[in-house]
């Protein structure tokens, strides 16, 4: 048996971030159907603590990656430059952590913050009308980060070679 420790810690960071990222989608869906707005409080907690593990999930990618780097090219690192499908996915991969780090957060806890006001019967008149822009803004931002993850995730196998059955 043989295989790469930096990869296999590569993946599990990738399984983290998947999890992270369809988790919220699912939940954000279920906040958005839901029409109580306590109900809606609790169900932000979990969408919360499914968000805490990409910022974990980013960080695993990000040092790993590095860890890849240097197996790949242990006596020039440097070279990793000249690989096209390598320099992208570090550009997208930049992106998707300040949307990650940024936007997605931001929006979630201006809209947390009405919905507690909207709860506790002192918001305004224009708060649901808010929520409601708040969270189509959420649905756009999990739509871009899926698809930049699906576009560093092509990079990463057909840029990569380790593929078993690529040609
Ligand atoms: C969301 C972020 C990322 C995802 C989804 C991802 C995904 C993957 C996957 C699936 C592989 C295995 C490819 C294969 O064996 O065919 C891989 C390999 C690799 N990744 Fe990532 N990765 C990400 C971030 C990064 C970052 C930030 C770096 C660099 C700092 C990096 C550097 C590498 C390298 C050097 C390899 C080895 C390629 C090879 O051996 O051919 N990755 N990545």
């Known amino acids: 048996m043989h295989g790469s420790f930096s990869i296999f810690l590569h993946l599990i960071g990738f399984g983290f971030l998947c999890t992270g990222l369809l988790g919220g989608w699912i ?3 279920r906040i958005r159907k839901e029409s109580d707005w306590g109900i809606k409080l609790t169900m932000l907690k979990a969408s919360r603590a499914l968000g805490l593990l990409t910022p974990v999930a980013a960080v ?3 040092f790993t990656g590095i860890w890849n780097i240097l197996n790949l090219y242990p006596t020039e690192p440097s070279l990793w430059l000249t690989q096209g499908w390598l320099v992208a996915k570090v550009i997208l991969f930049a992106f998707l952590l300040v949307n990650g780090a940024l936007f997605g957060p931001i929006i979630s806890r201006k809209r947390a913050a009405l919905i507690r006001t909207l709860h506790e019967g002192n918001a305004s008149d224009e708060a649901e009308q808010t929520v409601r822009i ?3 803004n959420l649905t756009t931002f999990y739509l871009v980060q899926t698809l ?5 995730l092509s990079l990463s196998v057909f840029g990569g070679g380790m593929t078993p059955g690529a040609s």
């Open 27 to 29: 939940v954000e869906r």
């Open 60 to 62: 695993i990618m990000l």
């Open 134 to 136: 708040f969270s189509k």
């Open 148 to 152: 930049l993850l699906l576009v560093i």
